[in-house]
Structure formats: structure tokens, C-alpha cells
């Protein structure tokens, strides 16, 4: 992110505000993140063909899987490597 940013406040209804915080990764990533990688998703969407029914279920079931807290951070994967 640019030190020199220019910010500005932009009115959203809450339901909006709910439904971006579901687009979180990590609880204190910025709305200006978010909307950002949002905007990458919809221009890539328009480059790139459409996925499979069965890779977009497994995206679903990751997703799934990493808000439920069950996965294994790159800290435990070099604790059991012994890196």
C-alpha cells in the first residue's frame, strides 16, 4: 500500500458492511483490501474461462475448512519438517 494514499469515507448499509467482512482472510484486513482483491476477482472473472462445479466446491470446502480454524499455519508445517 502507497505511504501517500489519498482516503476517503464512503457510505455502506449494513448488510453490505456484513457481507465484505465475509470476504475477510484475517480479522484487521482493511475494507480497501478487500474491495480490492473483490475487484480482482470480477476483472479476472472476465479474462478467465469458468471454473468446474467440482473446483469451485472444493474452493468452498477450503474456505470452510480455514474459517472452522482447521488448518496447519506455516509455523507448524516447519516445526514438523524441523526447518
Do not use: C
Not at 53 to 65: F, G, H, K
Amino acid at each position: 500500500m502507497d505511504a501517500t494514499i489519498d482516503a476517503t469515507t464512503i457510505k455502506l448499509h449494513a448488510k453490505t458492511k456484513h457481507q465484505l467482512d465475509k470476504w475477510r482472510e484475517y480479522r484487521r484486513e482493511s475494507y480497501d483490501d478487500v474491495i480490492q482483491k473483490l475487484v480482482n476477482i470480477a476483472e479476472t472473472a472476465r479474462e478467465e474461462p469458468e471454473l468446474s462445479q467440482e473446483a469451485v466446491e472444493a474452493i468452498e470446502a477450503a474456505r470452510a475448512r480455514m474459517r472452522a480454524g482447521k488448518f496447519v499455519t506455516e509455523a507448524e508445517v516447519r516445526k514438523r519438517l524441523g526447518m
